[in-house]
């Protein structure tokens, strides 16, 4: 879900998954490379502040950078892997 922002930011967006198993994520960097486009094409505008609006809300401070989205925010490490060259 997403909705224009307020209060300081740009838009604001929820995201929930409850088939697998997420109720709902603070923070989703794979959806706001969706919905920055959208909002950026909306706005005229390539860098914008988004805000998650879950009960542990974050915001991203995204850049549209051709076809990529830069994300920018704090971040706690969730998972590390290493590839040891076993396919």
């Known amino acids: ?7 300081g930011c740009d838009f604001v ?4 998954a409850p088939d697998a198993g997420i109720p709902e ?3 989703t960097g ?10 950026a094409e909306r706005l005229g505008r ?5 805000r998650q609006v879950s009960a542990a809300a974050a915001n991203c401070w ?3 950078a051709g076809e990529r989205v830069k994300i ?9 892997g ?3 060259g076993v396919m």
Do not use: K
Request: contains cysteine.
């Open 46 to 50: 390539v860098s914008l502040h988004a």
């Open 62 to 64: 995204c850049t549209l």
């Open 30 to 39: 794979s959806a706001h490379c969706t919905l920055m486009p959208y909002w």
């Open 72 to 80: 920018a925010g704090q971040a706690v490490l969730y998972l590390r």
């Open 13 to 16: 967006s929820r995201y929930f």
């Open 82 to 84: 290493e590839n040891h």
């Open 25 to 27: 994520d603070p923070v």
């Open 1 to 7: 879900m997403t909705a224009p922002g307020g209060a």
